[in-house]
């Protein structure tokens, strides 16, 4: 069962530094003080000092302990320019160039990470989606073997037993439309990251068509991408094509895919572009009373993640957590 408790243990043993790179936005400001109460995540706020603190002050939070790290004046800033050429070598950066980039604090939060000063980021409260993930994927970039960063959503709701019900939905946030081969992807990821959240994962792949009701290219590409999943991940249960009733009502599943271990069941989804998951997600969160935690990127080499700029402080401080545990 997901509980922030669990998550907030792990780093109590291990503790850990999270940038925001939004570090004067009042939102960011109150979830650092609340960060700052705790001794299991150390935050490091992007900005100009003077004006932080007037911000905090302002705001009435207490950020006393933070670090601030200003572009303007960061003593290591030759260094970083120096290794973001380096990174960006083939793509014609010239040092002038890098120390501009460099000074846009979603370029230089997502270096501090690729640094070492920091184990994990935090941004989006004003930086669109585009702007916190693209450093990401330029700098920090997919992990070994992974050949995509993706994303999912932790959809969390207090069930009739008195646990919370946990969902994964997956990629609901960065991959326009993926490759049968990138679906796949996802769902290992997906299936990966809801085990992290106490999900036993049953892979649902989403369509308007189940096991061939309905003929199509996207029905296809789900059929095939899920016989290739379960053929690369025989321990995971997994079905599709699958219309989402089929995925999650026992008694469709009975009629529509009758003995089907995963129909009826799923808990883990793997939807066909970003308009189903992206509209999907909230759909359950607006209507169906689910929080949802993400997007949670998935395939990089190190924790970073995307607020939606229309997040309040608790939402800030709860991705804080979720992030910096995945370190
Ligand atoms: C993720 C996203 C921002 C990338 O857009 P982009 O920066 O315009 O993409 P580009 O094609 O210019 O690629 C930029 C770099 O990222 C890499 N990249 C792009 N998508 C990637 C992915 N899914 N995984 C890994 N790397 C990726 C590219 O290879 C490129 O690297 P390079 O500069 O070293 O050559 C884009 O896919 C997007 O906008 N997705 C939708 C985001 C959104 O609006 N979500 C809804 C709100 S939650």
């Given at each position: 069962m997901f509980g922030f408790g669990q998550l907030i243990n792990i780093l109590k043993k291990d503790p850990k530094k999270i940038v925001f790179t939004e570090g004067n936005d009042p939102r960011i400001l109150e979830a650092a003080s609340r960060l700052?109460?705790?001794?299991?995540?150390?935050?490091?706020?992007?900005?100009?000092?003077?004006?932080?603190?007037a911000a905090a002050e302002e705001a009435g939070f207490n950020i006393r302990g933070a670090e601030i790290i200003d572009p303007a004046n960061y003593e290591r800033m030759d260094e970083m320019i120096e290794l973001f050429c380096e990174l960006r070598k083939g793509k014609g950066v010239t040092p002038e160039q890098a120390k501009e980039t460099l000074s846009h604090a979603n370029y230089f939060g997502t270096m501090l990470v690729k640094m070492g000063v920091a184990d994990s980021l935090l941004g989006g409260a004003t930086y669109t989606t585009a702007d916190t993930v693209r450093p990401a994927l330029q700098l920090i970039k997919t992990k070994p073997g992974n050949t995509?960063?993706?994303?999912?959503?932790i959809m969390v709701r207090p069930a009739a037993t008195g646990e919370n019900e946990v969902l994964a939905m997956g990629d609901c946030a960065i991959n326009i439309r993926p490759t049968?081969?990138?679906?796949?992807?996802?769902?290992?990821?997906?299936a990966a990251c809801a085990k992290i959240f106490g999900v036993d994962p049953k892979v649902a792949f989403l369509s308007y068509s189940t096991f061939g009701s309905g003929k199509g290219e996207d029905a296809d590409?789900?059929?095939?991408?899920?016989?290739?999943?379960s053929a690369k991940f025989p321990d995971l249960p997994i079905a599709g094509e699958l219309q989402f009733d089929a995925a999650v009502a026992p008694r469709v599943a009975r009629t529509k895919?009758?003995?089907?271990?995963?129909?009826?069941?799923a808990n883990t989804f793997i939807f066909p572009d970003i308009n189903s998951g992206n509209i999907?997600?909230?759909i359950a969160q607006r209507l169906?009373?689910?929080?949802?935690?993400?997007?949670?990127?998935?395939?990089?080499n190190a924790p970073i993640n995307d607020l939606s700029r229309g997040c309040n402080a608790a939402e800030v401080y709860s991705m804080a957590i979720i992030t910096a545990a995945l370190a």
């Open positions: 700052l109460a705790g001794t299991f995540l150390h935050p490091i706020l992007v900005g100009n000092a003077d004006e932080i603190a995509i960063v993706s994303s999912c959503f049968e081969d990138e679906l796949v992807e996802i769902a290992g990821e997906t590409r789900m059929r095939h991408a899920a016989e290739k999943a895919c009758p003995g089907n271990e995963v129909a009826g069941h999907g997600y909230k169906g009373n689910f929080e949802a935690y993400g997007p949670i990127l998935l395939g990089l």
